[in-house]
């Protein structure tokens, strides 16, 4: 066994803390990463704190995560000790189901195994990135480029490949207008995408002051749906709306910006149902959709697209002591856009 160290909460109420812990040796088809850089995602609070479902104690969270390959299992093709790898949401999956066949290891029909918070196929719980290493199956990891900031990489293995895989499958680009529901860690990579793909796009937000954020990220609009006569403006003229929102709010207002045969994505993730009248998707003939993240090979050409495009996530850096701080900062959104641990300082 290798042993790790990290951050972990021992239960739903208890802080993030220093752990020691064990992760399994280097397989045949395995690589062992040295984590240099981890995102923070909302969806690490959540599951700590039992938001969602009950989870798996002691947890170590963390799914955006980028190292250095420092060991490869006998057996291991695609890379070689000293590369830069990430690993995403995913660590697992059978690999054999129509699903997976077809690159769509994130809904795989027997079941993903996650990188944090779950007991894998092997029957060993799976601990995240909020630590000095990872051991993953190649297949599970990503080839990440040398010209990006590796650092600003991260958050994409998360908050970059849910937005990006929608705008994809969607075919959402030139032509089209895009509402970005939500200027947070994942909005913020919502607007870089559909600028990048050419789409109009408007941010929806309830902060008059982030507008000139918005701008500076290459929104060409901005709308403040506090505002009714801004609001009224728009009413009908979006083909879609990305919905990143983690909190209630009214999508009959939102599906009344839609044009006809609009489509609503969201990617957020509320911790209580949303409420939705079938008469708000009669009038347009409107589809309210979700999406997860994307699949191994789709989250590659997103990293592809960025080192092409030059598009990361913007960042505050963070010293791993401060992670219970930056989780009260996040909740009031104060960050621009996504805390990343520097796991040199563990």
């Not at 997976?100 to 027997?110: G, I, T, V």
């Not at 007991?119 to 995240?128: E, F, I, L, M, Q």
């Not at 590796?150 to 970059?160: D, F, Y």
């Not at 030139?174 to 509402?179: C, N, P, R, S, V």
């Amino acid at each position: 066994m290798i042993e790790s160290k990290g951050y972990a909460a021992q239960s739903p109420t208890s802080d993030l803390a220093p752990w020691t812990f064990e992760r399994r040796d280097v397989g045949a088809h395995d690589v062992q990463i040295e984590i240099l850089f981890c995102g923070v995602c909302h969806s690490d609070y959540h599951q700590i704190k039992n938001d969602w479902f009950p989870g798996v104690f002691p947890m170590v969270p963390g799914h955006e995560i980028v190292g250095r390959i420092t060991q490869v299992g006998d057996h291991v093709k695609n890379f070689k000790v000293g590369d830069l790898a990430g690993v995403g949401c995913l660590v697992d999956s059978c690999q054999t189901c129509a699903n997976c066949q077809q690159d769509l290891e994130q809904y795989c029909l027997e079941g993903n195994t996650q990188t944090y918070n779950q007991v894998g196929r092997d029957g060993n719980v799976t601990y995240g990135g909020y630590a000095n290493n990872i051991v993953v199956r190649e297949e599970f990891a990503l080839h990440v480029s040398e010209k990006l900031d590796l650092a600003a990489v991260a958050p994409l293995l998360c908050a970059g490949i849910t937005t990006y895989s929608p705008l994809r499958y969607w075919k959402v680009g030139q032509g089209h207008k895009l509402a970005v529901l939500g200027l947070g860690g994942l909005g913020h990579m919502a607007v870089k995408w559909g600028v990048a793909f050419g789409a109009e796009v408007t941010v929806l937000s309830t902060s008059p002051d982030k507008e000139a954020a918005a701008r500076a990220l290459g929104a060409h609009n901005f709308v403040v749906t506090k505002d009714e006569a801004q609001v009224a403006a728009v009413k009908g003229s979006f083909d879609f709306i990305l919905d990143t929102v983690s909190a209630q709010h009214d999508l009959g207002m939102y599906l009344s910006l839609l044009a006809t045969n609009g489509t609503h994505i969201i990617v957020g993730a509320p911790p209580k149902p949303l409420d939705l009248s079938a008469f708000s998707l009669f009038d347009g003939r409107k589809s309210v959709v979700g999406s997860s993240i994307g699949g191994i090979a789709e989250t590659q050409e997103m990293l592809d697209f960025a080192a092409e495009h030059n598009i990361v996530s913007d960042i505050e850096l963070i010293n791993f002591k401060d992670i219970n701080t930056a989780y009260e900062r996040m909740l009031k959104g104060d960050v621009r856009y996504r805390f990343v641990i520097d796991i040199a300082t563990l």
